[in-house]
């Protein structure tokens, strides 16, 4: 005595989207959870932890991220530095800086961290970290996180 089920066509392709939707939704989740934790880590680091002074506020105004979803910007995180004087000019580096490099994702999914300001690589060569300490945290973070939606797919 067996049971015996019909799907039709429609059921099967119903079932199929919403397991992509799943899919969708849990890369997008911890690509914003990694986002935001590089930006917490990257502001937050002081000069006697390794990280630089920001005289203007602008360098660390300019630490943000934005999450792609195939060529289309799904979340973007920006915030003006409490400290210096100023921080609005690396709000807006930050966003133009992510809005050249996002027409680079058309197809799957991105985060994209950056340090806007022109001058973020050279303060970096001086040994102060700007983002690549951040970085290179939340890359490995990230490379878990996809091993475990891997061996759930």
Known sequence: M???AKFTKADISKYIEQKRENIRSAILNRLELTGFEFVKLAREKTAAEGGFN???GNLRSSIGFAIVDHGSIK???YEKSNSGTGG???MQEAKAF???L???FES???LIVVAGMSYAAAVESRGKDVITGSSIIVEETLKQAIQRLKSKI
């Open 2 to 4: 067996g049971l015996k």
């Open 54 to 56: 920001d005289v203007t």
């Open 75 to 77: 979340l973007e995180n």
């Open 88 to 90: 609005g000019n690396g």
């Open 98 to 100: 992510i809005a050249t």
């Open 102 to 104: 996002s027409d680079k």
């Open 108 to 110: 799957g999914y991105a």
